[in-house]
């Protein structure tokens, strides 16, 4: 409880700072309206790293988070798979756009988060690996459905960054560079809401009580 209350006057400091930015701008700017057009494709970028990443720990067990291959898949930056799509997108089909976007930002953030869920799975040796394949993956979905809320609470704000680094790369317009732009224009209200939104994200990967005890 102590560590839930301290961390929600995290937030709640946070929030009134968003809501008290100081100084002001050499010329008024309004907010800008928010990119209702990027929520399908990061709904669909999220969706399918939500279930891609799972399954791939589910598949891989334990032993991927050790991974060498994975791991060089994984260490390239973000900057690195934008600047990669953008030479390899072919000029005929025009700029890559949002669908440059979803593919970039997949690449960049699976390898990663598959190893992150692989970290969290528990030992397989000497059990359950002795009871058989069968019984090895139920363990692993138990506990991949135990810690899969809470892994998508602690990413999703990385995730955020990430597509912010994208939308520069590829000069498309989301959810990122509308979190930067409302910085820039000291829009207190959308701040606030953004501020909000990811509060709750916090509160969704908090232990429920009986887990505590």
Partial sequence: MRDRLQGLGVWALGLLLALGLPGALWRSARPPAFPSHALVPAALAAGALALAAPLAAWAGGPRLATRRT?????????????????????????PPGLPGWTLAFLLAALPGEARW???????????????????VLRVRRLALTRLWGRWLAARVPLWL???????????????????????????????AAWILVLALLWLAGLPLEREEA
């Avoid at 030992?123 to 002795?130: G, L, N």
């Fill in 161 to 191: 960054t990430t597509g912010l680094v994208l939308e520069r790369v590829t000069g498309v317009p989301g959810l990122g560079t509308d979190w930067m732009d409302r910085i820039a224009r000291r829009d207190r209200a959308g701040l």
């Fill in 70 to 94: 994975l791991a060089l898949v994984e260490a390239p930056p973000d900057l690195v798979w934008g600047a990669l799509l953008l030479a390899l997108w072919p000029a005929a089909w025009g």
């Fill in 117 to 135: 869920l692989a970290q969290g799975l528990p030992r397989e040796s000497p059990f359950p690996a002795v009871w058989g394949r069968r019984t």
